[in-house]
């Protein structure tokens, strides 16, 4: 699982990871690319080798949470976002996650339960965190939490800088510089690194303040500690 501050480079960490895919000739599905309505099945999509899946999904709970739980016009509460995000997740898990997994597939996530913990609880209207730890999906994803669980280092007024030349990142509350220190704040707690280490996690940080060649460089180097042979 990759996760971190928007704005921190967890898009050069997940390239890094396909081009290790690549290069031991795995055959990879990527759930970005699913076109369909509902959410893929493993089942049907058995013949790969390692999957990369992301969340929010764009299928049934995830399309409603990028699509209208998101907006900023009228907001929607921390509250409902987390009912919504743990259901998305929960349906991710049983459809394709668990069975991957118990077919001895590789599963790389991009974002996750992680996520959920950092920014829910201080989002306007937010439950408190073991509410969302406790609810269903979420629960499941702490059940089978990742094996590794990388995170992206940056300052919160460096990944603002870095967000705002975007054009395709959103410049709403997630781009807030008072949010992006609590998001900084949170995921460098020693909470949220026992929590995930006492479900057997094994918390690596990778620091993204650098340049694209060093962040890139440092990330091959993780992946060829984690992810050891083809």
Not at 160 to 169: N, V, Y
Not at 197 to 213: A, K, M, R, Y
Request: net charge negative.
């Amino acid at each position: 699982m990759i996760d971190g501050i928007l704005g921190s480079g967890k898009s050069t960490i997940l390239k890094t990871i396909h081009e290790w895919a690549q290069t031991c000739e795995h055959k990879t599905f990527r759930l970005q690319d699913w076109t369909q309505a509902q959410p893929p099945r493993f089942e049907d999509i058995s013949e790969f080798d390692v999957y990369f899946t992301y969340e929010p999904t764009r299928t049934w709970i995830g399309g409603a949470i990028r699509y209208e739980l998101s907006r900023e016009d009228q907001p929607y509460a921390g509250e409902e976002l987390a009912h919504a995000f743990a259901l998305d997740r929960q349906i991710m898990y049983r459809r394709l996650i668990l069975p991957a997994l118990n077919a001895g597939k590789t599963i790389i996530q991009d974002r996750g339960v992680s996520t959920s913990l950092v920014y829910q609880p201080v989002m306007p209207g937010g439950l408190p965190l073991e509410a969302v730890m406790n609810l269903p999906g979420n629960r499941l994803a702490l059940k089978h939490a990742p094996h590794a669980l990388i995170l992206t280092r940056i300052s919160a007024e460096a990944a603002r800088e870095r967000i705002l030349k975007r054009d395709d990142e959103s410049k709403g509350v997630f781009a807030d510089l008072a949010f992006l220190k609590k998001q900084e704040e949170r995921f460098s707690s020693d909470w949220f690194k026992d929590l995930f280490t006492s479900h057997g996690t094994q918390v690596l940080e990778l620091d993204t303040s650098g340049s694209l060649e060093e962040t890139q460089k440092q990330a091959t180097q993780l992946i060829n500690h984690l992810l050891t042979t083809c």
